[in-house]
């Protein structure tokens, strides 16, 4: 990768500032946990695997600071406050109240926050290769959002999957919608993937269905945030249109994701939490007004795909089939 996503510094950690990308590449350092959560609540950093990655290294400058259960309790709370969806911030969570739990000191929080890294670059890398089986010898696909270095630990989910095929010598050209309100597909995918030598071409969100039939797309690969046990998955919104989209023209729909994206105490979709943000995202566009001042916005950042609209799940451990 030509970027580092999250570095761990030994008592701070650094992270690029995804908010101002990709007209500039700036990195923060944040110092404690609070840093960390406003980092996550203000998407300086996101993406449901880099979000898991980074609440480790949260909890680990909390045990620091103070080794004191109380501290790392409030550090807990306030991490597992910052964002509702993405599984992968509570998988980590999980791990550091079991440490908690057993009484565990500093260097146990730390340990265990630089094994959640290792362990989610090593599964990226699984993910790719699992998946650039599916990409012909040259190809023509579409995602959504940013499922790439920038939203984990390693070189990402879906993009990990157009990397490895990359590197096997299949060509491609990445359909990207801007996937507004955020811009992620635009300001994000459309940098990432052009900064690592693959070609992409950016379209409009309106304009997805219409490209896949038009540009005759081989197949959509997407990430997610939370997979129900039935494989219900939720991801950005937009991904479910996407994927009615492709089954109505009968193109075959991945989503990419680890194991620790799946949420084992859930049954279906209808149980995952979506987040709703602010009303500002949807009436401006980069500081811009562009809606009446007082208009009612309803701004989902999520949907759910039903598990009947997704061919596979390309996982660290293989491709799970319906
Ligand atoms: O709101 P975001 O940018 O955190 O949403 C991110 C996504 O929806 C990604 O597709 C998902 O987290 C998978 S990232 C590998």
Redesign the pocket.
Known sequence: MEFKTIEWLGNKVKIIDQTVLPFREEYLILQDYREVAFAIKE?KI????A?GVIAGYGVALAAMESHNKKNIEEAIKVLGETRPT?YNLFYTLNRMKKILKNNGTSEDFIADAIAIHKEDREITEKIGENGAKLLKDEGRYMTI???GAL??GGI???LAVFYKGKDRGKKMTIYVPETRP?L?GARLTAWELMKNGIKVVLIADGAKAFTLKTKKIDLVI????RIACNGDTA??IGTYGLAISAKELNIPFYIAAPTTTFDPNIKTGDEIPIEERASDEVKNCRGEKIAPENVDVYNP??DITPANLISGIITEKGIIRP
């Open positions: 998407m996101r993406g449901a695997p979000i993405a959002c940013n499922a939203a984990t990402g989910t879906a955020y992620q997407t990430g997610a945030d991801n950005k950042a999520f």
